[in-house]
Structure formats: structure tokens, C-alpha cells
């Protein structure tokens, strides 16, 4: 994991400080909302429904034991004993007052951390594959790769005031689980024809009010190129990107208004037009430096099956199905990566208490190398984990409710806030969200459903990634009443869709029956229980589950 | 995107409130040019003289944020389309029934 230098830690403690100021002089009327608003969202301060929320950057998803304990210790001195994971791989906290924000950052710069790059028109937290470093099918770690870009991007003074926010996804593997296409910028780590690894670049993907799939813009650049030609991509939005309109600003706009070849165009010229002088190129020795921070940990060599799993595979079928559902294929022998899914029965999607903050960094210092990270699926993964150690996992696990065996499946939904808590939203996710895990509670049959995606969203800005989900919902207010319209055939992989709205908004209460006919269509017409929703959708198109969706509206 | 309320004519009974500055609770403008964390204390307006007090709120920059007009029923009762919003606001979110106003430990 990266660890700040003297720089770093200066750095992030004087910002605490300085808001500390800002906050006073807030508090004592010399500082006014409009002109305090700017400086709070710096901080990852908003104020939703109920009181300000803070958010706080968990580059690219990774925490420490340490970094994790701090957070809870946050959950417990400043809110109320508990935080709720982000689809961007942070955390926030829903309670905290804001006089105590400025006491809340001098802990989290105790242990290297900030919320700087969470809100704002800037580029924000940099995102990646929660199984970076650990996944068999990754081309090479890209974390080291996040951090080169966190380090660019972080108080770049021609990023500071972007049309809009900016989002950056960086994976090595394929399949994708960082939902790179879906991102203003997507970065796709591959081997050019002579074998050198370097990226292909995605750009104008992304969710809201407009969804698109990003468009490869360069298919290869070099490592030594990254910045400079993320830079003329910048400087390209920057000089273009609408400033009049922010529902056009986004740079998916702007890519769509001047068309894929234009576009590349203008930043190919810029690419070429840069100064030597200008060139953003990272000396070998630092892009080492960075490197190393990312080593991996020393494992051991190992047999590839343990005994003592299998044992206890054997003896337990509720854990026999944790394995099946939430173990996921390490590049290294003996070795696994542990889901922990955050979405047991009845609890808001991404929420986790304090205690079982703890218990998850308990498990990463004592079984996973001291390494965690957040899934943008909102939830945790101990990414290390000997196969051996995985009966102890689980019974720490489950001692803490956080057995939920459904990783990938039905109730492992996708929410956002929603209008329980966002002041943006238009109607509630969360419940909706507990309605359709509901139909889930008999785990034979969820394993009988098999993979699905359920991202549900409470307004047009796509938090909680409607557009990409087998199946979205997206709340929409109607008169005073809250609707949710049904989007089929959304996937947020290498294969990445737009779901498709199928028509009339349903009631709250309409939606849980609603999916539950679907789910009976999809499991009549599938062609083999490995079949996903959205390929059988693909083969049979989406007119006998709109039918169902509406059988008995 | 956007949390802009939606408009309320001048004959709709309205309440305002906003957020305190230092806590972010929720509170309502009362009579007394005070601020009270319960609804039932708020001053129900309507009228053109409404937008004045408005204007007055939107100064009281050091106490309260964001003000804004809430439509009620005439005793002051959470009324209109964003009634389940407001609602929520009033008393807590509705996944979280131990927290918020509802719960007394906002």
C-alpha cells in the first residue's frame, strides 16, 4: 500500500487545519454559505436531508487494519456507529456535525488519509478492480498505476475547476470488474502487437441523466505516454467542455457533440503539440518507487487445495455455499480472495457497523496481509487469504452477520441512498432494495437464480448504477408519489450496456412482486442455469420480460 | 442533480426551514424569528409577505443554511408533492427507524 512521505503528511494535515479555519469563520458568519459551499465539498462536506454527510476517499478501494479501525473509531466519536460504502469505492458517514468535521479529518490524516478528490468539479477518486493484485486473469497489478494518476491529478491547478466532476477507472483484467466503460476516462491495461503492456483508452463513458458506453479513443499508449496524453484529453474538455449547462458538461457530452473521430482528433493534435517541456514523463525510477509500494505480500508456497476447506466444506453446507458464492480465484496457489458481501437480509446496501469494520480489519491483519479493499458493488474484500485460513474467516464472519453468502447474486444489490437520506433523490432505494432481497431469503433458491445484478438508483444521477444493472430501477417522482421505472439488458462489464427503460413507471409496493415474475420468466427461458439474465436477454430479447414485468400491473 | 424545491404560490400555506449551520439538524423558521427542530413550532405563511421573511431567513446565514419554503397544510401539517421528502426530513429516514427526530437522537 502507498504510504505518504513528509510532503504527504504535511500536506493533508494542513488542509485539516485550514478547514478547521474555514469552518470557524463559517460558524461566526464571516464566511457565507455561497462562498463556504466550494471549500466544504473540497472536503467531501454536503448536507443531505437529515445533516452533513462526509465522505472520504479510500483510493482505488485499498485499506490497511489500521486505516479501517480509524474509520470505525470515526463511526463511533462523530456519527452514529456506522458508514455506508460507495459505488466509488469510499466511504461516508451521514450524521456528523459540522463543527466536528475539522477533528473528524485530523484522525483520518493520523493514518494517511483525507477527503480530498470526493467531491467537486475535479477528478475524483481514482477507482480499479477490487482484485487487483490478486487476480489469476489480471495482466499486472494496476494499483501502482491508480496512484501515479491520484498523484497527477490530486491539486493539478488545470483540473481544480473542470466543467464537472471526472471519473477514472483503471483494470488489468478482462473480465472487467471495474466498470471501465462506464467512466469518463477508462483505463484498460493490455499488450501492444510487440508485447509492451500499456493502456487502451476509453473516454466519454458514464451513468446520470445521459448514459453512454466510453469510446476507445487511443486503443494502445504507452506507460511512458499515460499522463501526458491524459493531460491532452483534459486540456480538450477543459477548452470544450460546456460550462453554460451542467447537465451538458460532462465530457461524455462533449465526445458525442463532436463525434468519436473528432474528438480523438483535437486530442491526438494536442498529444502531438505538446511542448517537450510539458510532457508529463514519470522518471523510471519513480514509477519504481510507486511500484513497490504494491509488491505483493509473501506468500507461501502452497498446495492449490486445502484439506481442511474441503473438510469443512464437507461438514457445513451453509458454508459449503459461502465458498461457492463469495471465494473468488487467486493467481497464487493456496490462496483466495474473500467476498464480504454487505448486503445481509433487511440492511441498507454498502452499510457496515463499526464492530463489523473491526471485525473486517480483525480479519485482514490476521488472515489477509493486512490488505482490504471496497468493491464499487458496496461491498468488502479481503483480497489475500489462505485457503487453509478460510474455515476461521468464515466463522469470524459469521459471528459478526457478515456470512451473507450471496456475492454476485440477487440481494447482493446495488443502492444508493436514496430519498431515506440524499438531498438530490427523488424517491427511496433502500427500501425497495430490502423488498427485492426479500425475494431472495430462501438461499437454495437465490443459488437456483444464480448470477444476477440489481442496481437500483433513486434519481436520473445513476448513484446506485441503474443503467448497467441485468436488472435497473430508477426512482422517479410523479406528482408527489414515488414510480420506479424498470430497465432490462444494463451490464457494466467488458461487454457493457445501457439497459433499456421498458415502460410505465411501477408503485413502491409493485416493484418486489414485479421482479419476482421476471425472475420466474428468466428461469423458464434460460438456456442453462450458467446463463446470465442479460445473455438470455440477448438471445431472446426483452419482450416475454416486459411482459412479465407488467403481467398483473 | 439538482436539489432546487419546486415553486409554491403565494396563496399555498408554507413553512420554511432549512438546516442548522453547525449540527446540520433540520429546523423551521417559528414566529419569533427562532429556530425549533419541530415542525409543530413553525410559523405557517402565506401571502406575499412570505417571501420577505424568506429574504430575512436567507440572512441568518450563522444559524440556519439553505432555507427554503415547505408547503403545509393550513394547521401546518407537511402537505404536496414533496410530502414523503418532507416527511422523511421531519422525522428520519424510513430504513433507519432508530435514527433521526423519530428516534429522538438526531
Known amino acids: ?553 | 442533480m439538482s436539489s432546487e424545491r419546486p415553486k409554491l404560490g403565494p396563496d399555498i400555506p408554507k413553512v420554511i426551514t432549512g438546516w442548522l449551520s453547525a449540527s446540520g439538524r433540520v429546523v423551521y423558521l417559528t414566529k419569533d424569528r427562532s429556530w425549533s427542530e419541530d415542525l409543530a413550532d413553525a410559523e405557517v405563511l402565506s401571502g406575499p409577505g412570505a417571501l420577505e421573511v424568506l429574504a430575512w431567513a436567507s440572512k441568518d446565514q450563522t444559524r440556519a443554511t439553505d432555507p427554503y419554503f415547505m408547503q403545509v397544510t393550513p394547521d401546518g401539517k407537511v402537505a404536496g408533492r414533496e410530502t414523503i421528502r418532507e416527511t422523511i426530513r421531519a422525522k428520519g429516514p424510513t430504513n433507519h427507524p432508530m435514527f433521526g427526530k423519530q428516534a429522538g437522537n438526531n
Open chain 1, 1 to 553: 500500500m502507498y504510504r505518504y512521505d513528509e510532503f504527504d503528511e504535511t500536506l493533508v494535515r494542513e488542509r485539516a487545519k485550514q478547514f478547521r479555519g474555514q469552518v470557524e469563520r463559517r460558524l461566526k458568519g464571516e464566511l457565507k454559505e455561497e462562498n463556504f459551499k466550494p471549500l466544504r465539498l473540497q472536503n467531501g462536506v454536503y448536507l443531505q436531508l437529515h445533516a452533513y454527510m462526509f465522505r472520504i476517499a479510500i483510493p482505488y478501494g485499498q485499506l490497511s487494519s489500521k486505516k479501517m479501525r480509524q474509520l470505525a473509531m470515526i463511526a463511533d466519536k462523530y456519527d452514529k456507529g456506522y458508514g455506508h460504502f460507495t459505488t466509488r469505492q469510499n466511504i461516508q458517514f451521514n450524521w456528523i456535525k459540522l463543527a466536528e468535521i475539522p477533528d473528524a479529518l485530523e484522525d483520518l490524516a493520523d493514518v494517511e488519509m483525507h477527503a480530498i478528490q470526493t467531491s467537486g468539479n475535479c477528478i475524483r477518486n481514482v477507482t480499479s478492480d477490487h482484485l487487483a493484485g490478486a487476480a489469476f486473469d489480471e495482466l499486472e497489478d494496476p494499483r501502482p498505476w491508480c496512484e501515479i494518476i491520484r498523484q497527477w491529478s490530486t491539486f493539478h491547478p488545470e483540473f481544480s475547476s473542470l466543467p464537472r466532476k471526472f471519473k477514472i477507472a483503471v483494470t488489468a483484467a478482462t473480465p472487467d470488474r471495474a466498470a471501465v466503460k462506464v467512466h469518463d476516462i477508462g483505463l484498460l491495461m493490455k499488450k501492444n502487437a510487440a508485447g509492451e503492456t500499456g493502456f487502451e483508452v476509453l473516454v466519454g463513458g458514464g451513468l446520470g441523466r445521459t448514459p453512454y458506453i466510453g469510446l476507445t479513443i487511443r486503443d494502445w499508449v504507452s506507460k511512458q505516454d499515460l499522463l501526458s496524453y491524459l493531460e491532452a484529453n483534459m486540456r480538450v474538455y477543459n477548452r470544450h467542455g460546456r460550462r453554460d449547462n451542467k447537465y451538458k458538461a460532462r465530457i461524455k457530452i462533449l465526445v458525442n457533440e463532436l463525434g468519436e473521430a473528432e474528438y480523438r482528433r483535437q486530442v491526438e493534435e494536442e498529444f502531438a503539440n505538446q511542448n517537450a517541456w510539458e510532457k508529463v514523463v514519470l522518471p523510471q525510477e519513480e514509477v519504481d518507487r510507486i511500484t513497490a509500494y504494491f509488491a505483493p505480500p509473501k506468500f507461501e508456497t502452497l498446495a492449490a487445495k486445502s484439506a481442511a476447506l474441503d473438510a469443512a466444506i464437507a461438514a457445513d453446507r451453509h458454508f459449503a455455499r459461502w465458498t461457492k458464492n463469495n471465494l473468488r480465484a487467486h493467481k497464487i496457489p493456496g490462496y483466495t480472495a474473500v467476498h464480504i458481501a454487505l448486503k445481509p437480509q433487511g440492511v441498507a446496501p454498502g452499510d457496515a457497523s463499526s464492530a463489523q469494520m473491526r471485525v473486517a480489519a480483525d480479519i485482514a491483519e490476521k488472515y489477509g496481509f493486512d490488505d482490504i479493499r471496497v468493491a464499487h458493488e458496496q461491498d468488502l474484500v479481503v483480497p489475500h487469504v489462505k485457503l487453509d485460513d478460510v474455515p476461521a474467516v468464515y466463522a469470524a464472519l459469521k459471528a459478526a452477520d457478515m456470512h451473507a453468502s450471496n456475492a454476485g447474486l440477487g440481494s447482493d444489490l446495488i443502492a444508493c441512498p436514496g430519498l431515506d437520506y440524499c438531498n438530490l433523490s427523488n424517491a427511496r432505494s433502500i427500501s425497495v432494495a430490502n423488498e427485492i432481497q426479500a425475494l431472495f431469503a430462501d438461499p437454495d433458491f437465490e443459488d437456483e437464480v444464480g448470477t444476477l445484478h440489481i442496481n437500483i438508483s433513486g434519481c436520473i444521477n445513476a448513484c446506485g448504477h441503474h443503467h448497467v444493472g441485468h436488472i435497473g430501477i430508477l426512482g422517479v417522482d410523479k406528482k408527489g408519489e414515488e414510480f420506479y421505472q424498470i430497465l432490462f439488458g444494463g451490464r457494466a462489464d467488458e461487454k457493457a450496456t445501457i439497459g433499456e427503460i421498458q415502460g410505465p413507471g411501477l408503485r413502491h409496493e409493485e416493484v418486489a412482486p414485479a421482479l419476482k415474475r421476471v425472475i420466474s420468466r428468466y428461469m423458464e427461458l434460460r438456456a442453462s442455469k450458467t446463463e446470465k439474465l442479460a445473455d438470455t436477454m440477448d438471445r431472446l430479447g426483452q419482450a416475454p420480460f416486459k411482459e412479465a414485468l407488467y403481467a398483473s400491473a
